[in-house]
Nanobody
């Protein structure tokens, strides 16, 4: 099993920045995970893809809505993934979830992710 724990959410003004972190642990972690990603879900909306990073090779993928503003990175020695969010907009407000997948396809599809964190709230005031 793999456990994911997010941190770093909070309240920020529009235009500000936040950094989310996701710490992974578990007996099978190092041998089974292909990629880690972030998704978000605003009230009344479906959970949507934000960004993902391949655990080996560090290739990254972003949703169009966050390209140029968000950066996903991994610290493999600490089994940690970060999401640096800059130039935040009110529409970025949501619960942000860390997720991990053992598959190499459909990295933007939430249904392809096997493990999920509990979520962390990001609120952006205008």
């Amino acid at each position: 099993q793999v456990q994911l724990v997010e941190s770093g959410g909070g309240l920020v003004q529009a235009g500000g920045s936040l950094r989310l972190s996701c710490a992974a642990s578990g007996r099978t972690w190092s041998t089974s995970i292909y990629a880690m990603g972030w998704f978000r879900q605003a009230p009344g909306k479906e959970r949507e893809f934000v960004a993902t990073i391949r655990w080996r090779g560090s290739t990254t993928y972003y949703a169009d809505s966050v390209k140029g503003r968000f950066t996903i990175s991994a610290v493999s020695a600490k089994n940690t993934v970060h999401l640096q969010m800059n130039s935040l907009k009110p529409e970025d407000a949501a619960v942000y979830y860390c997720a991990a997948t053992t598959r190499s396809i459909g990295l933007g599809n939430r249904n392809e992710y096997d493990y999920w964190g509990q979520g962390t709230q990001v609120t952006v005031s205008s």
